[in-house]
């Protein structure tokens, strides 16, 4: 089991910015791919972001790709989110995830993950 500890979340303007971090402990960071998700309220979760496990690959909702990019650092056990532009339809709380032991490629489908953080609430105001 990893156990994920995000922070980062916060209240920013529309076109501003945001960097979540994901702090993992437990299993071996670098065996897992990790990905972002997100729920706002009265919404069902959905995919935001995603990296394999080695950092190589990424890939993007369509709704965030060239405002948000995913990243990690294997040796310091983080997972980030950088957000820019922000829009108010950003507004939810993001939640980290990792697959299970040596599942290195990404995914978009939140059953695939095995451990998930309590998440960071994000609020862009108009």
């Known amino acids: 089991q990893v156990q994920l500890v995000e922070s980062g979340g916060g209240l920013v303007q529309a076109g501003g910015s945001l960097r979540l971090s994901c702090a993992a402990s437990g299993r071996t960071f670098s065996n897992n791919a990790m990905a972002w998700f997100r729920q706002a309220p009265g919404k069902e979760r959905e995919f935001v972001a995603t990296?394999?496990?080695?950092?190589?690959?990424?890939d993007y909702a369509d709704s965030v790709k060239g405002r948000f990019t995913i990243s990690r650092d294997n040796a310091k056990n983080t997972v980030y989110l950088q957000m820019n532009s922000l829009k108010p339809e950003d507004t939810a709380v993001y939640y980290c995830a990792a697959r299970g032991s040596g599942s290195g490629s990404g995914s978009s489908i939140p059953q695939r993950y095995v451990d998930w953080g309590q998440g960071t609430q994000v609020t862009v105001s108009s």
């Open positions: 990296i394999t496990r080695s950092g190589l690959s990424t």
